[in-house]
T-cell receptor, first 112, second 116 residues
Framework: KNQVEQSPQSLIILEGKNCTLQCNYTVSPFSNLRWYKQDTGRGPVSLTIMTFSENTKSNGRYTATLDADTKQSSLHITASQLSDSASYIC???????????FGIGTKLQVIP | DSGVTQTPKHLITATGQRVTLRCSPRSGDLSVYWYQQSLDQGLQFLIQ???????AKGNILERFSAQQFPDLHSELNLSSLELGDSALYFC???????????????FGAGTRLSVL
């Protein structure tokens, strides 16, 4: 069964600090991996999308990495801001079958 | 603002009842997707429509059904509601017609359904 596991489940960091969120998956065959940011009570917003051949992708202070061999991805947030407080969801798509598996998310809280 | 509109924002109903959730996609988007997000659970893909036709099906219960109309808006019908159906229901849309695996989806703000 395809799975996407995210860690940690929750994280509290001080404003201005960096943090890294992890995503491990077993989805095969792999098509692409996306990171979404979901503010409480709002719909998810796409941050990055990476295919098999891409190792890293940035979107402002967000940088996602992908190791397709070990089936691991990380999302690094630099110089965190209070507005970064949200859930971050890793989503992995299966090639050719239009199947998408969502991780349960990492809940990040940035405090002053 | 993603451009995807969902109504209503909140819905409170009783077990056994039937409700309809509505979604208007972004202008120009032909694909609409429905997701369920229960409390402290991940998003579960329910179903996708493209230009009026069902395109992909996920973990959608038989009590649930959806359709996409000629003007591209979509409705999700939930019937014989149970307490466990209480959740946030999201609609998303995309322009890419190739399916849910290859394109960026823009999500609406969701409909919060409470079944009492």
């Amino acid at each position: 069964k395809n799975q996407v596991e995210q860690s940690p489940q929750s994280l509290i960091i001080l404003e201005g600090k960096n943090c890294t969120l992890q995503c491990n998956y077993t989805v095969s065959p792999f098509s692409n991996l996306r990171w979404y940011k979901q503010d409480t009570g709002r719909g998810p917003v796409s941050l990055t999308i990476m295919t098999f051949s891409e190792n890293t992708k940035s979107n402002g202070r967000y940088t996602a990495t992908l190791d397709a061999d070990t089936k691991q991805s990380s999302l690094h947030i630099t110089a965190s801001q209070l507005s970064d407080s949200a859930s971050y969801i890793c989503v992995v798509s299966e090639r050719g079958y239009q199947k998408v598996t969502f991780g349960i998310g990492t809940k990040l809280q940035v405090i002053p | 603002d993603s451009g995807v509109t969902q109504t209503p924002k909140h819905l409170i109903t009783a077990t056994g009842q039937r409700v309809t959730l509505r979604c208007s996609p972004r202008s120009g988007d032909l694909s609409v997707y429905w997701y369920q997000q229960s409390l402290d659970q991940g998003l579960q893909f329910l179903i996708q429509y493209y230009n009026g036709e069902e395109r992909a099906k996920g973990n959608i219960l038989e009590r649930f059904s959806a359709q996409q109309f000629p003007d591209l808006h979509s409705e999700l019908n939930l019937s014989s509601l149970e307490l466990g159906d209480s959740a946030l229901y999201f609609c998303a849309s995309s322009v890419d017609p190739t399916g849910i695996a290859k394109n960026i989806q823009y999500f609406g703000a969701g409909t919060r359904l409470s079944v009492l």
